[in-house]
């Protein structure tokens, strides 16, 4: 992960503080102007750091189905201000304004951190905590969280093949079936994960961690104009922020 | 401690009972390892050498809960209450399963996780790491994601992250199993050096004493967690007769001539970049293939591809009508579903309590039946799923690196129920690192290296793969 492009560059405090910054303003200002500045944001940091714009929204594409649920639940349970349809279902400006503006604030959130997780090295972030005086094991909680993605996608994968030459039929077209598949799927998969967790665990003990209160930080973090840029971005969403709760944009 | 301090091992008395069990998986064992010694432990699978090494480097009961008597002692100091953390800057275990041991994402980093834990000066720990991956011939993965090596690729990743440590102590839990011929000669040539030269203790758990010729070691064999044997080092041992892997007599394969079973027209397979190109074989009722190579040749990928698993980039494969796939996996855990052994003997094939019991009696697996089948070691997990893939009855039958963690008497059992599917017109494809075993078993042998393709009879392979060089390939070489 230390070639790439954009946001691959920048130093991973830079890339963490930035999503910090990013997801703090989400949420800490209701504003639709505000969220779907930030989300052009990240696409098109996104696009900087490699992705074409079209793999960009593909990727998103699941997420954006949730939003839209997301969307639909609260226009159809938030009933405030002028009234645009009183049957069958009561939809109020006040519902839609909710709506995409929790659906807006899921989307930003959810793309901006798979940005994050796509270029950040999280071994490198560890350190970069440690360098910041952050203790080392919740460094460390953090990279072992990201260690068990690929993990679980490469189980998942070998389960359902191994569900195939057993010939165990997984389907989700009753509960009954949806039972059957989650015993079949997803407990061996969690039985691995937890195994995993264990022995992981004795692993880490035996190359004596937390022996010591403190450990070496070994890697050293190239500085990169990118970490400018990056926090740049970071910079703009804040006064970007900061100006609209001014301003009190919708 | 003064480095002066000698480090003699004193075991005394050593017993061990898990919690789930109504044995001993150690039963009053005791030995003396003087600092420097090299001593291999092999015996049975399930005899106890894996709770041994875990014992030896503490995470016995302090991590897996067990009662434990007896004593371990290191330059005469009693390990009973000493944190595995604190033991491993004596004591480094390389575990049996390399991906039960990786914790970070990066291969650099996790070579250098264990000496930034020992708080050094961030040059010696880049020193380190530097040499740990030439040491073990993978400077060139430093900078892959983990979760991207190959079984054998992490195995060596798993050793170099250990070897970093510079531990006065070294406990290989079958450091082969994952490893192709090339690495295992490379590995303990390594090993040898580091033995002589930093005069340090190497306690090795190994099924292939054959491949710890290079060690020369003195040789313990246990049985039912007690020592049963002790064989001095270089003594001469009749493998067999010691009940070891090594030489094989197995009778000569027929010829194969059935019918087609298989017919593999020029696929190709390779992640970024193929890995080999135009592979074309047909598979006939009655014969055994048997895959060799280097780590990373795509030999399991071959068998997904032979199973319907995943598609080739080109050509095609053509399956004859009636044919019964069934793949035992390099991880046996992946096919493991049900919460006891018997269910899972059970499941999708429902037969009454009494054929179980003789399918478990015949797995070596009796008196496991109530037990989780993901709590018994992996040798028995993996005759586990042995037992489950035939009780399919496949006439394909595909085998991805069964032979880990067996011992001989577990091996001639697969091999036997191998030769009972090809004997009733079934196919077997088999994976293995177990080259004199590939040369007494195989009607064929397939080569996969990068951009090498050798397929033929086994001496017919065996010669060429000598003219090329690769000796650690050929059976001689491990004879």
Same mark, same amino acid.
């Given at each position: ?80 201000? @002028? ?43 560890? @350190? ?9 094991? %919740?460094? %460390? ?11 679980? @996608? ?68 190239? @500085? ?27 | ?14 017993s061990v009972r898990y919690?789930d069990r109504d044995s001993d998986a150690l039963v ?14 092999? &015996?049975?699978?399930g005899c106890g050498?894996?709770t ?15 009662a434990?008597? &007896? ?120 090993? /040898? ?31 039912h967690g007690e020592?049963? !044997? ?10 067999? !007769? ?37 592979? /074309? ?7 055994? =293939? ?21 598609? /080739? ?54 008196g496991l ?28 039958? =595909? ?37 004199? =075993? ?42």
């Amino acid at each position: 992960m230390t070639g790439g492009r954009g946001l691959h560059r920048s130093s991973p405090m830079t890339n963490f503080v930035l999503l910090l910054a990013l997801v703090g303003v989400v949420l800490a200002v209701p504003s639709l102007i505000v969220e779907g500045a930030i989300l052009l944001g990240v696409a098109c940091l996104a696009i900087t750091s490699g992705d074409r714009p079209a793999q960009f929204f593909r990727r998103l594409r699941f997420v954006t189905l949730f939003a839209l649920v997301l969307f639909i639940a609260q226009a159809l349970s938030i009933h405030t201000g @002028q009234v645009f349809v009183t049957s069958p279902v009561r939809i109020t400006a006040g519902g839609l304004l909710a709506g995409a503006r929790m659906a807006l604030r899921f989307l930003v959130i959810l793309s901006a951190s798979a940005l994050f997780v796509r270029t950040t090295d999280p071994d490198r972030l560890a @350190q970069g905590l440690i360098r910041a005086g952050i203790p080392y094991r %919740y460094g %460390y909680l953090f990279i072992l969280a990201l260690r068990f993605v690929p993990f679980f @996608q490469d189980e998942l994968r070998s389960v359902r093949e191994a569900q195939r030459v057993r010939g165990i039929k997984v389907s989700v077209r009753s509960p009954r079936r949806i039972a059957h598949a989650a015993r079949y799927t997803f407990v061996p998969v969690l039985v691995s994960g937890l195994h995993r967790v264990d022995s992981i665990a004795i692993s880490m003990k035996g190359r004596c961690f937390g022996l010591y209160s403190r450990r070496t930080a070994s890697r050293e973090e190239p @500085q990169s104009g990118w970490s400018l840029v990056a926090l740049g971005v970071g910079g703009l969403a804040v006064a970007l922020a900061i100006v609209a709760a001014r301003g009190r944009w919708i | 401690m003064p480095s002066s301090e000698r480090f003699d091992i004193a075991i005394s008395k050593l017993s061990v009972r898990y919690p789930d069990r109504d044995s001993d998986a150690l039963v009053g064992f005791s030995e003396t390892i003087a600092e420097g010694e090299v001593v291999a432990i092999a &015996g049975p699978s399930g005899c106890g050498k894996t709770t041994l090494c875990r014992t030896l480097a503490g995470f016995v009961p302090s991590m897996i809960p067990a009662a434990v008597s &007896g004593d371990v002692c290191l330059g005469g100091e009693s390990l009973r209450n000493v944190a595995p953390e604190a033991l491993a800057t004596r004591i480094g275990l390389v575990q049996q399963d390399p991906d039960a041991q990786i914790c970070t994402l990066s291969a650099w980093q996790e070579v250098a996780f264990g000496p930034e834990n020992l708080c050094l000066p961030a040059p010696e720990v880049r020193a380190r790491v530097e040499r740990g991956l030439a040491e073990l011939g993978i400077a060139h993965l430093r900078d892959r994601v983990t979760t991207t090596l190959s079984g054998g690729e992490k195995q060596r990743l798993a050793i170099a992250s250990i070897l970093a440590m510079e531990p006065r102590v070294l406990l290989f839990d079958e450091p082969t199993a994952n490893l192709d011929p090339r690495g295992v000669q490379a590995l303990f040539a390594t090993l /040898s050096d580091f033995g002589r030269t930093e005069k340090r203790t190497l306690v090795v758990i190994e099924h292939r004493i054959d491949a710890l010729r290079a060690l020369a070691p003195r040789l313990v064999l246990l049985d039912h967690g007690e020592t049963v !044997e002790r064989y001095p080092a270089r003594e001469r041992i009749d493998y067999a !007769e010691a009940g070891l892997r090594g030489a094989w007599a197995l009778p000569a394969p027929e010829t194969a001539s059935g019918s087609p079973r298989i017919v593999v027209d020029r696929i190709s397979f390779g992640y970024d970049e193929a890995l080999w190109r135009d592979l /074309s074989f047909t598979l006939r009722e009655g014969e055994v =293939l048997v895959v060799i190579g280097p780590n990373g040749g795509g030999k399991t990928s071959l068998l997904r591809l032979l199973a319907g698993l995943a598609s /080739s980039r080109t050509g095609t494969i053509e399956r004859s009508r009636g044919t019964q796939v069934g793949f035992v996996f390099q991880h046996p855990h992946h096919q493991i579903f049900e919460r006891t052994v018997r269910q899972e003997i059970k499941l999708g094939n429902p037969r009454d309590a009494g054929g179980v019991d003789a399918e478990l009696l015949d797995a070596r697996l009796a008196g496991l039946d109530d037990a989780v089948p993901l709590s018994l070691s992996l040798g028995e997990q993996r005759r586990l799923t042995m037992a489950t893939t035939l009780a399919r009855r496949p006439n394909l039958l =595909l085998l991805d690196e069964p032979f880990i963690g067996q011992d001989r008497r577990n091996v001639l059992w697969m091999i036997s129920r191998l030769r009972e599917v090809v004997a009733a017109g079934g196919t077997a494809v088999l994976v293995t690192h177990d080259i004199p =075993l590939a040369a007494a078993l195989a009607d064929r042998v397939l080569y996969l290296d990068r951009g090498v393709q050798l397929l033929g009879p086994p001496d017919e392979v065996f010669g060429r793969l000598r003219d090329l060089g690769e000796i650690a390939f050929t059976p001689e070489t491990w004879s």
